[in-house]
């Protein structure tokens, strides 16, 4: 809710959603099945052409250049 209080003047944490829309059920829901999908597709022998999919594996390791 602090989160939201921030959430001025067309300023919004996700471009194009404010988090007053994610939060609603609906969303939540699409959210979850877009996820879903995407650990489907990660668990197939056809490999996804999606970059998200790609470099999911690699999240939270940062990037390589702000090593070097």
Not at 29 to 49: D, F, G, H, L, T
Not at 52 to 57: A, P, S, T
Request: hydrophobic share 30%.
């Amino acid at each position: 809710m602090k989160a939201m209080e921030y959430e001025k003047d067309g300023y919004t944490w996700i471009q194009d959603e404010s988090l007053s829309e994610l939060i609603h059920p609906d969303r939540i829901e699409k959210i979850k099945e877009e996820y879903i999908k995407r650990k489907e597709r990660k668990n197939s022998k056809v490999q996804s052409p999606y970059l998200l999919d790609i470099l999911e594996d690699a999240e939270g390791e940062g990037c390589a250049s702000c090593f070097i």
